[in-house]
């Protein structure tokens, strides 16, 4: 639903959405996930909720293997990068050792498996800070 173009990554996408019913990052360059593919993995993300307005808010720090994502102010632990390898969780992100360094942000739904979907944005804001919800 979220892709940025990686000038680190040869501007591949990275990209966050849902994937096996939970949010998920992905790098387009060579198809790591975060958390990674496992039952484990998985269960500590958290489903996008339907049927109302949710508020998604990540950090990406461009100087060292960091990432932060928040789903209604909660930080969901399946979605962190700490530059410290944890199984099922971020092992196979942090085999690149460079930092993503964001240049766009587009917006968007894809779906893969034929489904139709309708997503709603509002509020976007982008910052060198941190924006609460």
């Known amino acids: 639903m979220i892709t ?9 996408d990275l990209r966050i959405g849902g994937q096996n019913g939970a949010l998920q990052w992905n790098r387009e360059s060579d198809d790591a996930t975060l958390p990674e593919q496992s ?16 508020c998604l808010r990540f950090q990406i720090d461009t100087t060292q293997q960091s990432m932060r994502t928040y ?18 969780i971020d092992s196979q992100w942090l085999r ?5 360094r964001p240049t766009t942000f587009r917006l968007g739904w894809e779906s893969y ?11 976007v804001a982008l910052g060198a800070n941190p924006i609460g919800c």
């Open 113 to 123: 498996a034929g489904d139709q979907d309708t997503l709603w944005y509002d509020d």
């Open 96 to 100: 690149r050792t460079t930092a993503p």
């Open 71 to 88: 789903l209604d102010g909660q930080e969901i632990a399946g979605l962190r990068v700490d530059g410290v390898p944890t199984q099922d």
């Open 39 to 54: 039952p484990s993995g998985v269960a500590q993300s958290s489903p996008l909720p339907t049927g109302r307005w949710v």
């Open 4 to 12: 940025m173009s990686d000038s680190r990554d040869g501007g591949k």
